[in-house]
């Protein structure tokens, strides 16, 4: 029987569409449904296991009210929970929104009321946040308590024990879901403007777990880090659903208990994001660098140093481009990157092209927006969420403008430049902040880096470069001055330079916010030929 389709109550198959929870139960179901599924500390589930804590999880949702299409706002930690729950809102065809879990004021009334959702499953932990907003939440009707007893504190909402959802009921939920329909909403960052909500579809998680499914054996254990409110949730965990393998879990990234944790549960596959790499290098070697089970390590980006990165820790690499509202349009043939910045090709089924603000195709070299266009529907996302002004602003002329400026090669691999709205004008010239940021990164002292515009006085931008340094390291503004000098272009070199004794400000995506960096100035920055 092809892994894709199953017998329901003794009948045919049923395909599983393109949709994860069917791919849990038939997998639960089969010989090696036995096997560790999700494992966390001391924690393990088995594929069987996992499929019946998900189905009593649903029933006792369902027992809300909850049916098919509802919302449902999650602000929960990253583990296992986050991931049964997740499944059990599939299962009823609900649709999950999930909230950032540094979300308050603003920021979570927005999501919370745009989203119109009349449940949500709260950590303890962030009740103060939602209790501030109590008279401004009219949609919500009950607040669900995890991990603290529900507060008998009077609200617009009622509060219980989300532990009554996870009710006994272990009875098969009926099959209501297809590809097309809306899974998630997830909220992109919000860094320009008011976030938007990505309405994201079974087929499309399916489709984003597939290319690194491609690059996981049955045999492979995946360590999972990433904020699960965010949209490597269903990825990280999907491309486990689909190849087979183990997950285990973190729930946040740590380079002190990377190695450590990688080796007790012998992980051979994860994915890095944005400095996790840095912070991995900047920590003291040790000759046991090399010793342990990791052997395959997504990448986005690709780090200045990258052969440093593969040779200290003996391990092969890939890489990806993707967003939110597709479905790794680009990505490297395997694990095969050994050198250079290319974020890869475009997949089988996925058109790509760079144009110009007319739309026209630019040739090789030239950089322009990158435009995405799927063969198969449902692929990439069904649109922002009540926000038809911007799904058609996004889709003008029939293709998706991702809004990052990329540039080819005349062997058609594809180069990220900048985002658009990051980009400087100096001088005449375009200059992309990530250019500038590669080679402040390639200093050795530096751990990350942001250029962002500042003006100059005269009509265009000035760049200011913003520094953190790595653990004990030391740098002088002028020292970092000289090193640029000696790599860039003149126009590109930065005309003021900060260097911040704490890590510079993030999302909680890892995203750095350079919309913060902007608003302070140049006040406290060492300037070139001018104050110190």
């Known amino acids: 029987m092809n892994q894709n389709a199953t017998a329901v109550d003794g009948g045919p198959a049923v395909p599983a569409e393109r949709v994860f929870h069917y791919m849990l139960q038939n997998r639960a179901a089969a010989a090696s449904g036995q096997k560790p599924f999700l494992v966390m500390d001391n924690r393990s589930l088995t594929w069987a296991d996992t499929d019946e804590q998900v189905n009593r999880w649903a029933h006792g949702i369902a027992a809300c009210g909850v049916t098919k299409g509802d919302r449902v706002l999650l602000m929960i930690p990253s583990g296992i929970e986050h991931v049964l729950i997740w499944l059990a809102l599939c299962k009823l065809g609900a649709i999950m929104v999930p909230v950032n879990d540094a979300y308050h004021g603003a920021m979570l009334r927005h999501q919370v009321n745009d989203s119109t959702a009349a449940l949500a499953i709260v950590a303890a932990r962030h009740l103060p946040a939602w209790a501030n907003l109590a008279a401004d939440l009219p949609h919500l009707r009950q607040i669900a308590v995890m991990g603290g007893p529900a507060p008998d504190t009077p609200a617009p909402w009622s509060w219980s024990d989300a532990a009554l959802l996870f009710c006994p009921d272990t009875t098969p939920l009926p099959r209501i879901v297809h590809g097309h329909d809306p899974m998630a909403i997830f909220y992109t960052s919000g860094t320009t403007g008011p976030s938007k909500g990505v309405l994201y579809s079974y087929a499309q998680a399916w489709t984003s777990a597939q290319v690194p499914a491609e690059w996981c054996l049955p045999e492979d254990v995946f360590y999972m880090f990433l904020p699960m409110f965010h949209v490597g949730l269903s990825q990280m965990v999907g491309l486990v659903l689909l190849s087979g393998a183990t997950m285990v879990i973190r729930e946040k990234f740590s380079a002190s208990a990377f190695w450590p944790d990688v080796r007790r549960h012998g992980v051979t596959i994860t994915i890095l994001l944005s400095t996790m790499p840095n912070f991995l290098m900047s920590r003291p070697a040790d000759p046991a660098d090399r010793a342990h089970p990791l052997r395959h390590v997504i990448i986005i980006p690709l780090p200045a140093d990258l052969e440093a990165f593969k040779t200290r820790f003996d391990v092969q690499i890939a890489t990806w481009f993707n967003m939110t509202e597709v479905s790794v349009p680009l990505r490297s043939d395997g694990f095969s990157v050994t050198g250079g910045t290319s974020a890869g090709r475009p997949?089988?089924?996925?058109?790509?092209?760079?144009?110009?603000?007319?739309?026209?195709?630019?040739?090789?070299?030239?950089?322009?927006?990158?435009?995405?266009?799927?063969?198969?529907?449902?692929?990439?996302?069904?649109?922002?969420?009540?926000?038809?002004?911007?799904?058609?602003?996004?889709?003008?002329?029939?293709?998706?403008?991702?809004?990052?400026?990329?540039?080819?090669?005349?062997?058609?691999?594809?180069?990220?430049v900048d985002r658009l709205k990051d980009t400087i004008r100096r001088r005449g010239e375009n200059i992309s902040s990530f250019e500038v940021e590669r080679e402040m990164e390639s200093h050795p002292a530096v751990l990350e880096s942001a250029a962002v515009a500042v003006p100059s006085g005269w009509g265009e931008d000035d760049i200011k470069a913003v520094v953190a340094l790595k653990p004990g390291a030391t740098l002088t503004a002028p020292d970092l001055h000289?090193?640029?000098?000696?790599?860039?272009?003149?126009?590109?070199?930065?005309?003021?330079?900060?260097?911040?004794?704490?890590?510079?400000?993030?999302?909680?995506?890892?995203?750095?916010?350079?919309?913060?960096?902007?608003?302070?100035?140049?006040?406290?920055?060492?300037?070139?030929?001018?104050?110190?």
Request: net charge neutral; proline share 7%; hydrophobic share 45%.
């Open 347 to 416: 997949r089988p089924g996925v058109t790509a092209r760079i144009v110009d603000d007319l739309d026209q195709p630019l040739p090789a070299g030239m950089a322009g927006e990158l435009v995405l266009r799927a063969d198969t529907p449902w692929e990439f996302c069904l649109g922002y969420w009540q926000n038809p002004a911007k799904t058609v602003e996004a889709w003008r002329n029939l293709w998706f403008h991702t809004g990052d400026a990329f540039r080819t090669d005349d062997a058609g691999n594809f180069y990220f």
């Open 482 to 532: 000289a090193h640029l000098a000696a790599r860039l272009p003149a126009y590109m070199v930065p005309r003021f330079i900060e260097i911040l004794a704490q890590e510079l400000p993030k999302t909680p995506t890892g995203k750095t916010v350079k919309a913060a960096l902007r608003a302070t100035g140049t006040a406290a920055a060492w300037e070139s030929g001018g104050k110190t």
